[in-house]
């Protein structure tokens, strides 16, 4: 048994090879702008899309956690909004779990659901969901609308590093270190893919320019952590 990897298990290797605690910034970081979405603590900065309140979302050994036993099904969205930006963050699905990152969040009464406005990048356990079997739909991609160009994720029940990258319309999708989906948002090309898509029956999906980051609760059991974001 490594005894050293029990003890500390909320240890990361941070850019420099040295251990870093999770949901925290290094000295490099702040420098360069970075800014914490997730205190590790508490849900500050949080709330239920369209409701004050967080719903079945708790803070959990250091996570955003989704407790599947409480009632109430609603996504979890950042109280600001951005525009461009750098967005990082670990996500760990349950078996056979679905959830998604979606951005470009914006809240109003006539908006149903944070996916009636935003893209998503897929949090999928692709061997246990039935999602993993539509293409376009399984881990990493840009939910509907573009598949990986190179899988890269991990099972269920283990962390993944993924990175959302919005800037001047430009858009790239990251996990694990490998690139999954580069596409140019709001010209010709993505107006003829969202008319292709499951989302052609919203008309404001994917037409906003900022907007907020938003959990998704898919009614399965997820767990996020290290959530940062730099804008650009």
Known sequence: MNLLYFAFPA?????????????????????????????????????????????????KDGTIHLDKSKSGQCDITTDQAFADFDLKLEWKISKNGNSGIIFNVVED?????????????????????????????RAGNLYDLIASSKE???????????????????????????TQVKTIMWDANWKKMIAGSKFKEWPDF???KSGKIDLQDHTDEVWYRNIKIKQL
């Open 152 to 178: 890269s994720v991990k099972p269920a029940g283990q962390w993944n590093q993924a990175e959302i990258i919005s800037k001047g319309g430009q858009l790239t999708l990251i996990l694990n270190g490998v």
């Open 11 to 59: 240890l990361l290797l941070g850019v420099t090879g040295r251990a870093q605690t999770v949901n925290t910034l290094s000295p490099a970081e702040k420098q360069d702008g970075w800014k914490l979405l997730f205190d590790g603590s508490t849900l500050q900065g949080w709330h239920s899309y369209n409701h004050s309140a967080t719903a079945r979302w708790e803070v």
């Open 206 to 208: 994917g037409t906003f």
């Open 109 to 137: 009464p006539k908006y149903d659901d944070p996916y009636n406005t935003g893209p998503e990048m897929q949090v999928l356990d692709n061997e246990g969901h039935s999602d993993g079997k539509i293409h376009k739909h």
